[in-house]
């Protein structure tokens, strides 16, 4: 059996009067017009404690695209300079060797 169906038949039972169709339809329209557009700040404040479905595949090129511009921008701070690099080994073995040279046992 249908989802429709299922409702249909259990719906059956259920009637309005006419008057009773009246007055829920004057109050469907009476709300209609009173409901005004809600403000600038009132829009904002329901998006930012709302929430928006992203595709996936639209959410993995916006990652991709990101994740291209970050590397084109910082990747030099991983390039490694080897002269630099010796230095920095040099300067910090120099450093261990004074250290190491100034302690005594008791």
Do not use: C
Request: net charge neutral; no cysteine.
């Amino acid at each position: 059996m249908s989802l429709k169906a299922r409702f249909d038949e259990e719906l059956q039972d259920v009637v309005f009067s006419k008057e009773d169709r009246a007055r829920l339809k004057d109050q469907l329209v009476r709300l209609a017009r009173e409901q005004k557009r809600p403000g600038l700040r009132e829009r904002l404040t329901q998006f930012w404690h709302g929430s928006t479905e992203v595709p996936l595949p639209a959410a993995v090129a916006v990652v991709i695209i990101m994740g291209l511009g970050l590397w084109t921008a910082y990747s030099n701070l991983l390039a490694v300079d080897p002269a630099a690099a010796a230095l920095f080994f040099k300067a910090g073995s120099e450093t261990y060797q004074v250290i190491t040279q100034g302690v005594s046992v008791l």
